[in-house]
């Protein structure tokens, strides 16, 4: 089962922009993603470099996670991206360019060095790989499975569509196969699906258009560019209350047909069984998470006392 640590929204934050970083410990979103990649000019990387490291020197009170997206890991500038920020703790890197799990095997034996160098536990420092290119959609089964770091796969669609040749349009087609197939890789690894940023800042219709679709198929977070898509974001992946109460009442229903030594039930003329037992039971969990119900259901609720 996929870790459930809430991750519906991550805000990336430009690594050479002092005056948003300040504005890190207000934002509501789940996760920031503070960037040294492309975000950043050529002419700004070390400058932008000193300006992260200092930001999480002083920021040590943290009220979200904090990632790091350093530069590819063949570039110049990836080595000392990671021995700048990872003396100041930050929960993990987002790994641009991550096209085949060697890349990803390489980050986790250098940030394995970095733990044992800094006496900290080894694999404190997670990893999200960007999967943003035809070849890292062909890989991503096997990036999902590199390391225990990985916590998830990010879909980075900008960077895929470059990699195709294609244009992103807002009806996203072009995108369906590689969203897909990022999905079934996380899935089949238990890890988290994050999808792809929305870039145009002020179409909020279009933003809720997306996120519902990136739901519905499976993702359980969304990458975002503007503290102004963090609401929306949010209540998309928020429980309805219509979906909670039938949930509940999933759960009641099932725990009747125990007592009467059935696996199978009806609801409202609707079969109730093992899956849609499942189903309501993750709905629960992410209600939990959400703060909308008071108890998490536990294995014993969804199977049943032997
Ligand atoms: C394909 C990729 O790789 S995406 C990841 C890399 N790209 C990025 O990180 C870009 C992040 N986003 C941004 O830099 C900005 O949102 C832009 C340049 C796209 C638009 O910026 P603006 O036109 O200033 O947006 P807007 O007017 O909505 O900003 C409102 C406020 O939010 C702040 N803000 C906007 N985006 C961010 C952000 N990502 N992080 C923190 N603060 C932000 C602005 O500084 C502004 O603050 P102020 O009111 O104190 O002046
Ligand atoms: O969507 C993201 O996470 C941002 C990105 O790097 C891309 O789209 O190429
Ligand atoms: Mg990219």
Redesign the pocket.
């Known amino acids: 089962m996929p870790e459930f640590q809430l991750r519906r929204s991550l805000?990336?934050?430009?690594g050479n922009?002092p005056?948003?970083?300040q504005?890190?410990p207000l934002?509501t979103c789940d996760a920031?993603?503070i960037?040294l990649?492309?975000?950043v000019p050529l002419n700004e990387k070390d400058a932008a470099r000193i300006l992260v490291k200092r930001f999480l020197e002083s920021h040590t009170r943290r009220n979200k996670e904090i990632l790091v997206?350093i530069n590819p890991l063949d570039s110049k500038w990836a080595y000392h991206d990671l021995k700048a920020v990872l003396p100041f703790l930050p929960d993990g890197i987002r790994l641009?360019k991550a096209d085949t799990p060697e890349i990803v095997e390489h980050l986790d034996t250098m940030l394995t060095e970095f733990e044992e160098e800094l006496g900290l536990e080894i694999g404190r420092f997670r990893i999200l790989p960007s999967i943003e290119s035809a070849q890292g959609v062909i890989n991503a089964n096997d990036i999902a499975r590199t390391s225990k770091r990985v916590f998830g796969l990010g879909f980075?669609a900008?960077?895929y569509t470059a990699s195709m040749e294609i244009e992103r349009t807002k009806g996203g087609e072009e995108l369906f196969n590689a969203r897909m197939t990022i999905l079934w890789a996380a899935k089949a690894a238990g890890i988290q699906a994050i999808d792809t940023?929305f870039?145009d800042?002020n179409d909020m219709e279009g933003l809720r258009r997306e996120t519902e679709l990136a739901k519905k198929l499976g993702y359980t977070g969304k990458?975002?560019?503007?503290?102004?898509q963090i609401d929306v974001i949010h209540d998309v992946f928020a429980p309805k209350q219509e979906e909670v109460d039938y949930a509940l009442q999933v759960i009641d229903a099932i725990k009747r047909a125990r007592t009467m030594g059935t696996g199978v039930i009806s609801l409202k003329g609707k079969m109730i069984d093992a899956p849609v037992v499942k189903r309501a039971a993750r709905v629960l969990r992410t209600a939990f998470a959400h703060g909308l119900v008071d108890e998490i259901i536990h294995e014993e609720d969804i199977h049943g006392a032997e």
């Open positions: 805000l990336y934050v430009p922009m005056s948003m970083l504005n890190v934002f920031v993603i960037d990649e492309d975000a997206r641009p980075g900008e960077d940023i870039a800042l990458c975002m560019v503007n503290p102004r």
